[in-house]
Structures are given as C-alpha cells and as structure tokens.
C-alpha cells in the first residue's frame, strides 16, 4: 500500500545545492556539488564540445532508436580512453553504453551478480551513492578505511590487510584518480602492489572512472592503473563518465567494460550486458554520446579535448596554491597543505560538520557536511572571502 511508503532524505548533496541557489547573498560560495566551474563561477562549456555540437547539429542524425549496445564510434572512443589505442583494439572487451557513470555503476553491479559476484568491499570515506546501488540490487557492502586523518592521505596499510584477508571472488570498488571525496589517490607503486595483490587473492575489480585527466591534467597518465590491471591478465569491469571531464553532466554520457581473459567468452559477456540492458533501459540516450563521439573521432577535437582537460587541471592547482597561500597568510589554526597534495575536484578540508553548518550559517559559503570542498567553486574572485570564512569558523 502506499501509505506504507517512509518519507526518504533526500542526498545531502543535492540538499546543499538547492540551499545554496535560494540563498539571496551575494557572496554567496558553492562548493558543494562536484562540477567543474569556469573562472567566472559559471559552468563551463568545453570548446571541443561547443566544435562538436555545431558539427553534429549541421549533419543531424534525427531521433531514431539506437542500438542496444550504444552506438559503435561512442563505444570505440570510450574503449580507447579508459585502456588506450592498443588494449582497446585487442578483442577482450565486452562494453555497454550506460546512462553515465552511475548507470555504468549500476550495470557493473548487475553484469557482477550475474557472473556470481556480490559480495563487496569498498574504503571510506567514499562516494556517497556507492553502497545503497550495491545493495539495491542484493550485494553486500564491507568497508575499510580509504583515509588516514592524521596523514591526511590514503590508508593504504588498511587497503593491503584488507586485500589480504578478503575472500577469493570478493569485488574490490576502487576509484582510479581524483578521489571522491578524499582527493587522495594511490601512487604507481600502490597501484602495482595491489594489483599483485588482486591477482594473487582472486579478487575482481571494479575501477570506477569519473574524473580521468583531472589528476595529471593527461587523461592518459590518469588511465594507468587500467592499463597496468589489464596488462596482469586480471579479469575486472570498468564503470566511465564523462560527466565531468567533457563537462556533459546532465546528457548522461558513460559506458561500462569487462575485462573477459578468455577471447572465446568475449560474446557471452557482450550478450549479457546487452540483455541484461534490455530489463533496464533498452536504448542509453543518443545526444551527449553522439557530441563525445565526435570529439572521439576527430584528431583535431582530440586536441583539444587535451588542451581543455590540461587547462582545467592546471586552474585547479592554482586555486589549491591560493587557498594554502591565504590561510597560511591568516595564521589559521591547523595544517592546510593538504589542499595542494590532494587531486582533481575534492579538498577534504578536515572541516567539522558544526563548522560547515557555521560556513553556511554565517557566511553563506555551501561546502559538505563531511568537509569537501569542491575547488572547482573557488576564483581569485571569493579565494579570499571563502578562506576568510574557514579561518572564522576554525576560530569560533
Ligand atoms: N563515481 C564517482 C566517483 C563520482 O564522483 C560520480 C559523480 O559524479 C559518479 C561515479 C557518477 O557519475 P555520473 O554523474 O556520470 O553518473
Ligand atoms: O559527488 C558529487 O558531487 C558528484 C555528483 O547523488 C553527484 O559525484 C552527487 C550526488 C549524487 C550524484 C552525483
């Protein structure tokens, strides 16, 4: 009945964003939500998207059904950004087009349950939608610590014991740079060592791929934990967005890959996505993976792509820069330098939840209640303000 329905909260995230655009101040800061903004605050459109969208619009394809896969070129270009030219081109890939990454997400758990996968591991803190999609669909979630305080870096003793006690066929969820919402990723090395790890321990892994090039500013150089588990001969899915590196948010644009060792099942695993995708949503939506495919396509819209995610990447450093430069210049209490060693969106500032309520309260600056900032929402136009602001609530 539906009188038996409880009232659900909604994301906190989400709660924050809409605080923040009824908020009537005019200083008022949103770093909340993770998308990226230009300098001027606003969102930013990619050039080579604007380029694409012109070039689709003047040979417009119409609004026919798809395919059930994706379409083949968004495929092919999203094969060959997550694994590379030669990887992508080998024949063990079995991809799905999802509705983003968190349909990427969703299939990956699905396409999991169906090969007798279900049983998870995943470190905190992490992304917040993480552990109800596993379980909405019977997965059991068992979480170990992502993030040491003290160092305010990666715990990665507590990802190696974990490793090493988990059971065989457990699924491991790692996200493969730009943590959310730590900002603190695993070096080469770490990645070397749990790979080794994985493979030894009959572990699979899932790398979840949301912000690649935002880390190193090279989308290639922020693949390389793909690669190197593909080069190991390990089985794994990949879930991919590009939400946020061809800024396509709300168009929905993802795919979904496994990994299959055996060549000879390749078409087992493609025709279970692709079944398994019929149940759920038949077609992914055609307009944003046609404009990435476009971008896929073209040598020169490649280009750009590059200088686009160099450029954003190279905005977000600077702004780390300027916020440690100002709260070093306001003495504020507190070691702050780990907004320069954190990566891609996130700063997780180490902000209590009463101090961001008093952020918010006082001074109308929208970060988390778990203290990530989104970088992103900063300038050299509220730089000052929004350190200002944490320098306060530090003080209060
Ligand atoms: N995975 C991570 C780590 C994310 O931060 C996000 C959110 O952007 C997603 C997946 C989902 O991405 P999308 O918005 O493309 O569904
Ligand atoms: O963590 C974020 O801010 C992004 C966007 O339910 C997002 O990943 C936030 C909440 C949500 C879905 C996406």
């Avoid at 005019?26 to 990226?36: A, C, F, L, M």
């Avoid at 695993?269 to 971008?295: D, H, K, N």
């Avoid at 209640?369 to 306060?392: H, K, T």
């Amino acid at each position: 009945k539906f009188n038996q329905l409880v009232r659900e909260e909604p994301d906190p995230i989400v709660k924050t964003m809409s605080l923040y655009a009824q908020d009537p101040s005019p200083n008022k800061v949103d770093v909340s939500i993770g998308v990226y903004k230009s300098e001027s605050g606003g969102p930013y459109l990619f050039p080579c998207v604007a380029e694409a969208k012109k070039i689709l619009a003047a040979n417009d394809p119409g609004h026919n059904y798809t395919n059930m896969q994706g379409i083949p070129e968004f495929l092919e270009g999203a094969r060959r950004a997550a694994f590379g030219e030669k990887y992508a081109s080998e024949g063990k890939l079995a991809s799905l087009q999802t509705i983003s990454g968190t349909g990427a997400l969703h299939m990956a758990f699905l396409f999991l349950r169906e090969a007798g996968y279900t049983n998870y591991y995943l470190g905190v803190p992490s992304w917040s939608n993480y552990v109800s999609m596993v379980e909405h669909v019977g997965g059991k979630v068992t979480t170990f610590n992502h993030y040491r305080e003290d160092t305010k870096d990666v715990d990665f003793d507590s990802v190696v014991a974990t490793l090493e006690s988990a059971p065989a066929d457990s699924v491991f969820i790692f996200q493969t740079c730009c943590h959310n919402p730590t900002g603190a990723d695993y070096t080469q090395e770490q990645w070397t060592k749990i790979a080794e790890l994985v493979k030894q321990r009959s572990i699979i892994p899932l790398l979840d791929t949301a912000y690649q090039g935002f880390s190193s500013g090279d989308k290639e150089k922020d693949a390389w934990a793909i690669r190197h588990f593909y080069e190991l001969g390990i089985e794994f899915v990949v879930s991919q967005s590009f939400s946020k590196n061809l800024g396509l948010y709300g168009e929905r644009v993802g795919a979904m890959h496994a990994v299959v060792q055996d060549k000879e099942f390749v078409p087992n695993a493609q025709s279970t996505l692709v079944a398994l995708f019929r149940s759920e949503c038949s077609f992914a939506p055609a307009f944003g993976a046609r404009v990435a495919s476009i971008v896929f396509q073209s040598p020169e819209l490649q280009k750009v792509w590059r200088e686009d995610v160099a450029n954003i990447t190279k905005r977000l450093k600077s702004v780390r820069q300027k916020v440690l430069e100002r709260l070093t210049k306001l003495q504020t209490p507190g070691t702050w330098d780990n907004v320069i060693k954190q990566e891609g969106l996130f700063w997780y500032s180490g902000l209590t939840p009463a101090q961001n309520d008093r952020l918010i309260s006082k001074h109308s600056v929208y970060s988390t209640s778990i203290g990530r900032v989104n970088i992103a929402g900063l300038s050299d136009a509220n730089i000052n303000y929004f350190c200002d602001a944490v320098d306060e609530v530090v003080r209060a």
